[in-house]
């Protein structure tokens, strides 16, 4: 047998070279230990000494006193993370175990903020091995792998799995198959905890989920002033902050500081540090007013506290009976344009800087407005974004969310040779949210999305969508994806109602035009083609390349005869998605009823087999 050989080049510590070479017979059987300390970058930045000579410490209790006894051998240390190699898996899992251990007593005399965690990942492998490293991709798999342990968790593959004795080594919990960054298939996992201390401590086998961090930007709204003390007008200035904070929380993407604590701030000079400080906010919305018989003239001003800047300001009038009224004019029209201030500010940021100079809401912000722009230069900065925000905060559920429909959006959008995959990937990651927040119902719902796009497990989709709007009335995407199950399987004027639902709940939503189009869905289910025809055409004029809405108003002209108009939307979504055929066409959303429909125009159109 003749085995293939390469070089590979050394540098000794006197600055020379030398190359030695490598064969496949050279390679030998490993178990790689990588551990890191979660929310190292944090942890840095409030207390650096404090974090290093602890970090220090653990690497000394790691290198001298846990990995020898146990044939482990520390490779190299990574700033906040090492490697090790063993020959055992058995004695890799029992290091890791024990490791695991250290830092525990400590943080019961370290304040909330301080307190250190470790999360280990463990792949056995063949490796080329030399004196100062190993090389493979083995190793690689055992860093993806490390990124699914939470807190205090040890994550295996399924070599190290079976490579140990259940309830021996360790107990085993079977997390399926997950979907890595930059790996090419899903890789199968296990947890793996203390065998011992799950016969004593039954309830302590999971970490509790971890504190959810809300990531969106936050804006606080300071009730205006009147340019002229007249008692009598006092009261506007609460009025106005009160519609508008009323009116801004029910956005999704921004969160609002409650009036009880931006009252005390009407007349005063306050420092856009201080706001950042005291509030957290990012932003502030304040302003004056001038009454003028029955007319108030508003002039308002919105800052990025941050920065110290004005970012918009406009003047606007009303009546004083208009600022009464439940739905008044003049709010709408101060609430919608700060909105799109805060919106567009964050957006343009994440467009033009480095993901790394970027906040964390800015990058959260910036990947959910992408994903819904349509076009693939957008989508992949979309996903840049949220892989960015997903790397940065492990432990939050939103961003996995989102990142899950990301995979949904591709479909939708045409971008995948292989529909069924994203959409299990989607899955994938949704159950990764609801690991970390069981309660989160952005994640609910999108995994119950995904599971009525497959046109598969209908029943469980219509009980995670259920559960959705359970978990938080108040979530409009529940309410928006209950609403497409309802078109599809359900009852359309079910549809109606939850869509509509939902559209009351995200007024200012920048993916409105979504909305609008599975609101079109739910009167074409009704067959009611000319109100879906109407919708469609509000949808594209906020997102023209949006292909669901694209088929969706091509369906409807069809149906209520406009031919011509049928025909040239038919040629857009097949220079949109190339490619296209009737097969491909009915894998994606199942054979219910529209389904069909869409089919039947399709083929009448021309759409090849």
Request: proline residues 5%; charged residues 20%; glycine residues 6%.
């Amino acid at each position: 047998m003749v085995s293939s050989s390469r070089n590979m080049t050394f540098v000794t510590r006197d600055g020379q070279t030398h190359s030695n070479p490598v064969t496949a017979d050279a390679m030998q059987e490993k178990v790689v230990l990588v551990m890191d300390l979660v929310e190292s970058v944090r942890l840095m930045a409030g207390d650096e000494a404090g974090t290093v000579e602890r970090w220090r410490s653990f690497l000394h209790h790691a290198r001298d006193e846990v990995l020898p006894p146990l044939q482990g051998r520390m490779v190299k240390s990574l700033g906040d993370g090492f490697l090790a190699e063993f020959d055992s898996a058995s004695e890799a899992v029992k290091a890791a175990l024990t490791l695991h251990e250290y830092f525990p007593p400590l943080n019961k005399k370290l304040d909330a903020s301080s307190r250190m965690y470790l999360r280990a990942g463990l792949n056995a492998t063949h490796l080329y091995v030399d004196e100062q490293d190993v090389f493979g991709h083995g190793v690689n798999l055992a860093a993806r792998v490390t990124t699914l342990a939470a807190p205090g968790e040890t994550v295996v593959t399924a070599n190290v799995r079976d490579a140990i004795v259940d309830g021996l080594d360790g107990e085993t919990e079977d997390m399926g198959e997950s979907y890595l960054k930059h790996w090419p298939e899903p890789v199968r996992t296990w947890r793996v905890w203390s065998a011992s201390k799950a016969k004593l401590e039954p309830a302590a086998r999971r970490p509790m989920p971890p504190p959810q961090q809300d990531l969106r930007p936050t804006i606080a709204v300071i009730p205006f002033t009147a340019s002229a003390s007249l008692s009598e007008h006092k009261v506007v200035g609460e009025l106005v902050a009160d519609g508008v904070i009323a009116r801004l929380s029910k956005s999704q993407q921004l969160k609002v500081i409650s009036r009880l604590t931006t009252t005390a701030l009407r007349g005063r000079s306050v420092e856009s540090s201080a706001l950042q400080e005291r509030l957290n906010a990012q932003y502030a919305l304040s302003g004056s007013y001038a009454v003028i018989s029955n007319k108030v003239v508003l002039t308002a001003e919105l800052t990025d506290v941050r920065a110290g800047e004005v970012i918009w300001s406009e003047r606007m009038a009303g009546s004083i009976d208009d600022l009464l009224q439940a739905d008044s004019d003049l709010i709408n029209s101060l609430t919608n344009a700060s909105a799109q201030a805060v919106l567009s500010t964050t957006l343009q940021r994440s467009l033009i800087l480095p993901v790394p100079q970027l906040d964390s809401n800015a990058l959260l912000l910036g990947g959910i407005a992408l994903m819904h722009r349509s076009t693939e230069r957008d989508l992949d900065r979309s996903k840049e974004l949220l892989d960015a925000v997903v790397e940065r905060h492990q432990r939050v559920a939103t961003p996995w969310a989102w990142l899950a429909k990301w995979h949904i959006l591709q479909v939708m959008q045409g971008r995948t040779q292989d529909p069924a995959s994203e959409f299990r990937k989607a899955i994938d990651i949704a159950d990764r949210s609801m690991d970390l927040d069981p309660g989160c119902s952005l994640a609910i719902a999108v995994k119950g999305h995904a599971l009525c796009h497959l046109g598969k497990e209908v029943d469980e989709a219509r009980h995670l969508l259920d559960l959705a709007t359970q978990a938080n009335p108040n979530e409009p995407m529940a309410w928006l994806y209950s609403g497409l199950w309802s078109s599809m399987w359900g009852a359309p004027k079910d549809a109606i109602q939850q869509v509509t639902t939902a559209l009351s709940l995200s007024p200012l939503d920048p993916q409105r035009y979504y909305f609008e189009m599975m609101l079109a869905n739910s009167y074409g289910a009704l067959k009611d083609w000319n109100t879906t025809a109407t919708l469609c055409r509000e949808s594209l004029r906020r997102n023209r390349y949006h292909l669901p809405t694209i088929r969706t108003q091509m369906i409807a002209e069809f149906e209520r005869g406009e031919l011509d108009e049928a025909k040239r939307l038919f040629g857009l979504v097949q220079t949109l998605q190339p490619g296209l055929t009737l097969s491909k066409y009915m894998a994606v959303g199942g054979n219910s009823s529209l389904k069909q429909i869409g089919s039947r125009v399709f083929k009448a159109l021309g759409l090849p087999d």
